[in-house]
């Protein structure tokens, strides 16, 4: 079985968004260096770092929590969309140049972000985001995640993240930090599914691909 690990690297080197604390792996206690039997190892970090999804009660007011989005919204049929040719952001009018598919339920957007390592460089103001008509569209034609090959879907000059409000107000997740440069377009199986955190807006998840036809 073919897998394409489509999920970002993370580590304390990994790029984060403004403001929030790097990723970081250490071990306080127990350690094979020590003469302990076990490594046992710590985390600290934001739930928004690396490869994650959002929640509705990221943005939304009363919105659903993690743990109340269906498994369904993250596992399924996602069809990676080719958006490497729009020079500033992805629009209503670029999705419907790309001919996505009249039946698809996710879409990945494949944009110039990823023709670098942008993980692992300082944060691009410039970045390919995704314009609120876009994020319209795919509301009006019943989308229901989407995903984005950066940290975040909106641009630093939307201080109040109205793509995020579109999408996750109207119940239509977000996957963001992926990697699609070397993953052809076309259909596949996402499986994205979460950690199983309560009560949180985001969570990290090991993000792939199974070509279609694999579940």
Same mark, same amino acid.
């Given at each position: ?80 969309? /080719?958006?490497? $040719? +729009? &020079? ?6 670029? @999705?419907?140049? #790309?001919? =996505? ?52 879907? /909106?641009?630093? $000059? +939307? &201080? ?6 579109? @999408?996750?107000? #109207?119940? =239509? ?43």
């Amino acid at each position: 079985m073919k897998i394409i690990v489509i999920s970002v690297p993370t580590d304390a080197q990994t790029t984060v968004f403004p403001g929030d604390a790097p990723p970081s792996v250490f071990w306080p206690g127990w350690t094979h260096a020590k003469g302990d039997p076990a490594n046992v190892g710590r985390f600290q970090g934001g739930l928004h770092h690396g490869t994650h999804v959002d929640a509705p009660w990221h943005f939304i007011r009363g919105g659903i929590k993690m743990q109340e989005v269906p498994l369904e919204k993250w596992i399924g049929p996602a069809d990676v969309v /080719d958006l490497t $040719t +729009e &020079p500033k952001c992805v629009t209503a009018d670029a @999705l419907e140049r #790309a001919n =996505v598919p009249r039946d698809a339920q996710r879409l990945l957007f494949k944009t110039r972000n990823g023709f670098s390592d942008y993980w692992r460089e300082p944060w691009n103001p410039e970045f390919i985001f995704i314009h609120t008509s876009a994020a319209q569209w795919c509301v009006d034609h019943g989308i229901q995640m989407i995903g984005l090959d950066y940290l975040t879907i /909106d641009p630093p $000059t +939307e &201080p109040t993240f109205p793509s995020h409000l579109i @999408l996750l107000g #109207a119940g =239509v997740t977000i996957l963001e930090n992926i990697v699609l440069r070397d993953v052809h377009v076309g259909r596949y199986t996402l499986h994205a599914a979460p950690v199983n955190l309560q009560d949180v807006d985001g969570a990290w998840c090991r993000a792939y691909l199974l070509p279609e036809g694999r579940a």
